[in-house]
């Protein structure tokens, strides 16, 4: 297996480890029973009643993406007459074994989850965060994200959605129309239903964050891109997922051109059988998912230069081309460590002797290694914390810093690196060397991560309190600052960190950001 292929199947698996999450702080208490039937346009559905907060779960907001409906733009969901139980999620979308254990190949999968304080209700709307799960496109699912606590402790209503992965949702092949983008279609079904359904939630359909992290975080630049997302969303929360990602870096960009999708998904038409079929659309839709799941790539990516999305995100964003609402973005300190970690222990050792050609199988520009290597000397044996900050930086902390400071040009943005060294570990094991605060670590302080318990100190758990308050109060008012806690201003870095939540200027420059810059 080549270095690349370890790092971009290291890369799609990260997030869908997350096999652990923490407990909550005990919730309050209702002033009185809320109601856990709800009528939607499309029928009523049943829920179950908690302290504090109910949940709905597994409520379709589009038709089942089965036979011809395969490859084809989300439809609506047929409605029903009867109850409708709500009290445990559907089936995530295809993938292979990982965060889902054992995978899944069940394509009736377009579901969303809604969490919703007691005190919510139709007279009493509350801000409505709708959130989009990483995995690389390939892995995920919205009932990993249990969001109590961030419906309690912020009085928000949370919505996390399932959408189409992998090859089933972005092939692409000519005559096909919404080629490469049906994963983003789904998002956007689920923001009309939002939009349509969650005022009998108790959400107000007035005030709506799209929030997500890595593939999420990318899917939330896309729909920033998309016109056909125009009027969906009124604020969008960015983690790790940069809108300005390059294509000659490591890690695929956030998407690609629709020519690049179109082979892909002729190879992909070939190694199921289907490329020399007189109706290759026709042979696909036949394959089993678990065949589609055993010949996809291990990473994908949205298709640009298509109806839904004209133009590549990093393009739009740099040309002030996206929809313009107030947005929240971030990054970790340490986000290239888990990778860093894990292609170490494949085997992989970064030595002084192994650095130049470690960097020259991911970047291989004639001159980039050399460079590299200049600005990030390895001196040691155990060379892995230099790998991971060459990924971290080139990949994550300075696209991000780009993507803030021009969508900072049109709107209003806010900024965060999550710098929390000692983040509990989100993987099992022991990793060659300590991790820092890497990729995916900020979201046990958001979210308890498939509902298990997970243990943080106490000043961690002020920081997820803190961390919560933020987000939502940036939901509710497009301003994330409050009374009871540090003041994030517009033009500075806010540095989340245990008992150290501070502004910074020196972000760019501690990831080498003017070199990442120049190296082009």
């Not at 000519?174 to 349509?196: I, K, M, N």
């Not at 997922?241 to 082979?263: E, I, N, Q």
């Not at 298509?306 to 133009?311: F, I, R």
């Not at 810093?401 to 900024?415: N, Y």
Request: with cysteine; charged share 15%; hydrophobic share 40%.
């Amino acid at each position: 297996m080549s270095m690349h292929r370890v790092m971009t199947t290291l890369g799609c698996a990260l997030t869908a480890m997350l096999a652990t999450a923490w407990s909550a702080a005990p919730p309050t208490q209702p002033a009185r029973p809320a109601a856990t039937t709800v009528r939607t346009h499309d029928g009523p559905v049943r829920g179950a009643a908690h302290d504090g907060y109910r949940t709905f779960e597994g409520i379709p907001y589009a038709a089942p993406p089965t036979g011809d409906l395969r490859w084809a733009p989300p439809h609506r969901a047929a409605p029903w007459s009867a109850v409708r139980d709500a009290t445990r999620p559907a089936s995530a979308c295809p993938q292979p074994a990982g965060e889902v254990p054992g995978g899944s190949t069940d394509e009736d999968c377009l579901h969303l989850n809604v969490t919703t304080p007691d005190s919510a209700g139709p007279g009493n709307p509350r801000p409505v965060i709708v959130w989009l799960h990483g995995g690389g496109f390939t892995s995920g699912a919205g009932s990993s994200y249990d969001a109590h606590r961030m419906a309690i402790r912020g009085d928000v209503v949370v919505v996390t959605v399932n959408y189409r992965l992998g090859a089933l949702g972005y092939l692409a092949h000519s005559g096909l129309p919404g080629s490469g983008t049906f994963g983003l279609a789904d998002q956007q079904a689920a923001l009309r239903w939002v939009r349509s359904e969650i005022g009998a939630f108790g959400g107000d359909a007035r005030r709506v964050t799209l929030a997500g992290e890595s593939a999420g975080g990318y899917s939330v630049c896309a729909q920033l891109a998309s016109p056909a997302a125009a009027g969906l969303f009124d604020r969008a929360i960015i983690e790790s997922g940069p809108c300005t990602g390059r294509s000659d870096r490591p890690f695929a960009p956030s998407s690609v051109p629709l020519s690049t999708a179109r082979t892909a998904g002729a190879d992909l038409a070939a190694k199921v059988g289907c490329g020399s079929a007189r109706d290759a659309l026709a042979c696909l839709r036949r394959v089993p998912v678990s065949r589609l799941l055993a010949a996809q790539e291990g990473d994908q990516q949205p298709a640009y230069a298509t109806p839904l999305l004209p133009v590549d995100p990093a393009a739009a964003i740099t040309g002030g081309r996206f929809h313009h609402v107030p947005v929240l973005i971030g990054a970790n300190h340490d986000e290239g460590n888990g990778w860093a970690a894990g292609i170490v222990q494949a085997g992989n050792p970064v030595t002084p002797g192994t650095w130049p050609d470690v960097v020259a199988a991911f970047f291989p520009a004639p001159g980039q290694a050399k460079a590299i290597v200049h600005e990030y000397p390895v001196h040691r044996t155990d060379g892995g914390p230099v790998f991971g900050a060459v990924i971290g930086d080139a990949d994550f902390a300075c696209p991000t810093a780009e993507s803030g400071g021009l969508i900072a040009a049109q709107v209003p943005v806010w900024r965060y690196e999550f710098a929390d060294e000692h983040a509990p570990p989100l993987t099992s094991g022991t990793p060659p060397f300590p991790l820092g605060a890497p990729h995916a670590s900020e979201l046990p302080y958001l979210f308890d991560l498939g509902g298990r318990p997970r243990v943080l100190t106490a000043a961690q758990h002020r920081l997820a309190a803190t961390m919560i308050g933020y987000w939502t109060r940036f939901a509710r008012t497009a301003d994330p600052n409050g009374p009871s806690s540090p003041h994030w201003s517009r033009r500075t870095v806010l540095s989340l960190a245990p008992d150290h939540v501070v502004p910074t200027v020196t972000t760019s420059a501690r990831h080498h950001c003017a070199f990442w810059n120049a190296l082009g």
